[in-house]
């Protein structure tokens, strides 16, 4: 038996609704509500706890079923992760405004401050700048502030073996994800159910997926443990490690300022690839962009990115390969400027409260 300890839950986590009532007059007496069914009773969720514990040698099945008869569907994961019944026109400015709140800019400064030394020590070992790292835990979870309230394993169960109809089926993808909240928590001898984050199951101050943090996240204070859910130093190592990982370059710009094309069929072509960055700087002024001087001096592939703007003209810029880095946090070129935009308010609101 594995030395994976598992707390069983003495409350159901969730009422049932309040039944329904027919018109008739009649008493109306309470009705205890029974308990849901655990996952473990389900065929399907058997036949997944056999497949992990061979691809696992070091998970006990006993444990994952147990754990899984703990799990519960919850209705509101299932809701958050369909698409809005009527989608907003994408609008730059006010995805921005969402981010670059005074609570994250004045959080962000003190977050700096306060971790300094750690910040300096990742940008030294990566060469991400400390100014992305804290904007990213800022943009994420406002430095730990909103870090999500759902138990991981109800959000994965849910979304693994109930995904919801109304989009492409991902329950393959978060099947992956259950599986890799398992194999983290006996690695790091956590108890899984008692690991909360997002309706997605992303996990901690940077909002890992269980995947990621396997696969990047990393004890950089040296206390033996990897801890993502106090520990800022070891946020801070596990979200530059992650970046540098998805291939940022020292040195190099996220972004340059440009003018796109003023003929349709050139503007279309440049935006083919998406976020991709797969022009050169030559190739896009064939192309009728004007690059800034800077980025007319950028040796590698750029990438046009739009910016809608709702009913106003779209804003755009030439992504770097550092940009799409960014993306890989989140494939977003929205969520990619606002990190960069919020990145760049807090390195010169730092400066100034540096030299008062």
């Known amino acids: 038996m594995s030395a994976l300890r598992i707390v ?38 058997s036949t997944f706890i056999k497949d992990l514990v061979q691809r ?63 910040l300096r020590q990742a940008e030294e070992r990566w060469g991400v700048p400390a100014r992305v790292i804290v904007a990213i835990i800022g943009v994420e979870t406002i430095y730990g ?32 994800e259950l599986e890799a909240l398992f194999a983290l928590a006996s690695r790091d001898k956590i108890n899984p159910l008692s690991l909360k984050g997002s309706y997605a199951g992303a996990l901690g101050m940077p909002q890992f997926m269980p995947s990621t943090w396997l696969k990047f996240a990393i004890d950089f204070d040296g206390d ?3 801890d993502l859910q106090r520990s800022t130093p070891d946020v801070i ?23 796109p094309p003023t003929t349709d069929a050139d503007r279309e072509a440049l935006l083919a690839p998406d976020i991709l960055p797969s022009f050169t700087a030559t190739e896009l002024a064939q192309r009728g962009a004007l690059l800034s001087p800077a980025g007319q001096q950028h040796t590698g592939k750029l990438a046009l990115v739009e910016l809608r703007n709702g009913v106003e003209a779209p804003s755009f810029v030439a992504g770097t390969d550092n940009f799409w880095v960014i993306t890989r946090y989140n494939w977003s070129a929205y969520y990619a400027m606002a990190v960069i935009d919020l990145s760049e308010s807090l390195a010169a609101l730092k400066t100034v409260a540096d030299n008062r």
């Not at 018109?23 to 996952?39: F, L």
């Not at 992760?81 to 609570?103: G, Q």
């Not at 800019?105 to 306060?114: C, L």
């Open 237 to 259: 190592g596990s979200v530059a490690n992650y970046l540098a990982g998805h291939g940022w370059v020292r040195g190099m710009a996220t972004h340059y300022d440009v003018l």
């Open 56 to 118: 696992h040698p070091e998970l006990d099945e006993d444990v994952v079923a147990t754990t899984l008869s703990e799990a519960r569907y919850q209705a509101q994961v299932a809701k958050f992760i369909l698409p809005a019944a009527s989608p907003a026109a994408k609008n730059w400015k006010v995805y921005r405004s969402r981010f670059l709140d005074t609570l994250r800019v004045r959080e962000g400064v003190n977050f700096w401050r306060d971790n300094e030394l750690w």
């Open 145 to 176: 502030r909103q870090t999500g309230g759902f138990r991981a394993v109800d959000a994965l169960a849910t979304l693994a073996f109930d995904f919801p109809r109304g989009r492409s089926d991902r329950s393959e993808f978060f099947r992956d």
């Open 224 to 226: 033996g443990r990897i």
């Open 8 to 45: 069983r839950a003495t409350l159901c986590s969730a009422l049932l609704l309040t039944p329904f009532w027919s018109t008739m007059a009649a008493p109306r007496v309470p009705v205890a509500p029974s308990p849901p069914a655990g996952y473990e009773a389900r065929a399907d969720v």
